[in-house]
Nanobody, 121 residues
Framework: QVQLVESGGGLVQPGGSLRLSCAPSGSGFSIDVMGWYRQAPGKQREMVALITTGGITNYADSVKGRFTVSRDHAVNTEYLQMNSLRPEDSAVYYC???????????????WGQGTRVTVSS
């Protein structure tokens, strides 16, 4: 029903920047919340940033002031701008969406396939 297609990620030096993108595709749904989670080796998946349709955002303490989540409704795409990257930001980043499915009239959570971010000199 809902597919999340991610792009961006890669290798960057400490202090550098990257931008991740995520575009939902499919039909018969509306997006309530989008965001990003990440999972580093040996660690649990953690929330990085969330944004509602109305533009309300929530960030993990570890990324506040460095990361910015945004949505462009005109092109139906979500972004995560990551600045001042640190080695501890290295992880697989997953796009997340909570969607309202019109046919079943309920909400479901969806995940992208993940994109790797490596911060290293």
């Amino acid at each position: 029903q809902v597919q999340l297609v991610e792009s961006g990620g890669g290798l960057v030096q400490p202090g550098g920047s990257l931008r991740l993108s995520c575009a939902p595709s499919g039909s018969g749904f509306s997006i309530d919340v989008m965001g990003w989670y990440r999972q580093a080796p040996g660690k649990q998946r953690e929330m990085v940033a969330l944004i509602t349709t109305g533009g309300i955002t929530n960030y993990a303490d570890s990324v506040k002031g460095r990361f910015t989540v945004s949505r462009d409704h005109a092109v139906n795409t979500e972004y995560l701008q990551m600045n001042s990257l640190r080695p501890e930001d290295s992880a697989v980043y997953y796009c997340y969406a909570r969607a309202y499915i019109r046919r079943t009239m309920d909400q479901k959570d969806y995940w992208g396939q993940g994109t790797r971010v490596t911060v290293s000199s």
